[in-house]
């Protein structure tokens, strides 16, 4: 699987360069795609974790030749992903303080500005010498099971807490607490100025609501938030006098409870309403390694790796022969899927 995605992305960026293996794993179609050619099942969690591992090992010893670094991965590998960017932003000349600040934004965005019950677990960065990148992370519902991933890419981002995603997707949808969404941003400009206000008065008012009872609608709840737990970190922020909202969100020790506090007061006080929205809009269903729709050729496996790799190295000396093949051959199947339905 490893030597596959290698031959793949290595094939991506003789045709496109680096910035189109950005582009295509931005693409949450693309990646899946990618994930089922690989072999994984299409509804595992593990498709995720494993196509971003192939592509970490399958271009493993060539990201200089290639000009694309992958650092990050699942569980503890996702803690190395800041000296990993360092390591080789040292190498190669790329301002590693930049990036490595976008990695810690797009992981703390989904995991206390976007409140939608899954908790990130897996965090891939993939760059290039031009500082460009994208980011694959995946989050996990313990309560239903189900995994929900989450595309970057830096082209996109124009406000990292206003509709930053390339894609966000998962097969369940359910409210959340989006604060990136645009309908948010009286949300998040009142809950940067509540942070400028004096921790007391902030308590004080999370203790009256407590003796209210909210509006059926509201997702908000105040049993999930602690007034005297919080105290601490309105102390941080006042002192930290956040500016904007990205300021607010990247302090130390503000969560996911201290933004839904200052939702709930901007909400029921000051009448900011923020979006509950979920923000997955894609699901998938393809085949692969679990059988369906038929178990892995191994044999045809090996043939494909072999043919991408002799496209390869012919490519590399201007003999494309194979690569404008591979390109006729997907012209073809456009062709095909655009028109009788009986010949897909």
Same mark, same amino acid.
């Given at each position: ?53 192939? /592509? ?63 908790? /990130? ?7 290039? &010498? ?29 406000? %990292?807490? &206003? ?6 997707? &998962? =097969? ?6 989006? $604060? ?28 009256? $609501? ?65 979006? %509950? ?62 028109? =009788?339905?009986?010949?897909?």
């Amino acid at each position: 699987m490893a030597k596959l995605a290698g031959a793949i992305i290595e094939l991506v960026v003789l045709e496109e360069g680096p910035a189109g293996v950005l582009q295509r794993v931005s693409d949450p179609a693309w990646f899946q795609a990618m994930g089922c050619v690989l072999g994984f099942d299409w509804h595992s969690s593990g498709l995720t974790t494993t196509t971003c591992g192939a /592509i970490k090992e399958g271009i493993r010893g060539e990201e200089e030749n290639l000009g694309l670094f992958v650092a990050g991965g699942k569980g503890a590998a996702s803690r190395k992903t800041p000296s990993e960017i360092a390591s080789w932003g040292e190498k190669v000349g790329v301002d590693a303080d930049r990036l490595t600040e976008a990695s810690r934004t797009s992981a703390k965005v989904d995991s206390a500005a976007v409140q939608d019950g899954y908790q /990130i677990y897996h965090h891939v960065f993939l760059f290039d &010498c031009e500082a460009r990148w994208a980011v694959v992370q995946q989050g996990m519902n313990e309560e239903n099971g189900m995994a929900r991933r989450y595309h970057w890419l830096s082209s996109r981002v124009s406000d %990292f807490v &206003c509709e930053p995603h390339a894609a966000v997707c &998962c =097969d369940a949808r359910d409210a959340a607490l989006n $604060l990136v969404a645009r309908e948010s941003a009286g949300t998040r400009e009142t809950s940067v100025a509540l942070t400028q206000e004096r921790p007391e008065g902030l308590i004080r008012e999370l203790e009256r $609501l407590k003796r209210l009872t909210l509006p059926r609608r509201h997702e908000i709840l105040l049993s999930d938030i602690s007034p005297e737990r919080l105290h601490r970190t309105f102390i941080k922020t006042y002192e930290a006098h956040p500016g904007e909202f990205l300021d607010l969100l990247t302090i130390s020790g503000v969560g996911a409870k201290t933004l839904r506090a200052l939702s709930l007061i901007a909400d029921l006080v000051h009448g900011e309403t923020p979006s %509950f929205e979920d923000p997955a809009r894609f699901g998938f269903a393809h085949g692969g390694k679990d059988g369906i729709p038929y178990p892995v050729d191994r044999v045809l496996y090996d043939r494909t790796i072999d043919l991408l790799d002799r496209a390869i190295r012919k490519a590399k000396l201007g003999q494309r022969e194979e690569t404008n093949a591979i390109r006729r051959l997907h012209r073809f199947f456009d062709s095909v899927s655009e028109g =009788d339905p009986s010949r897909r």
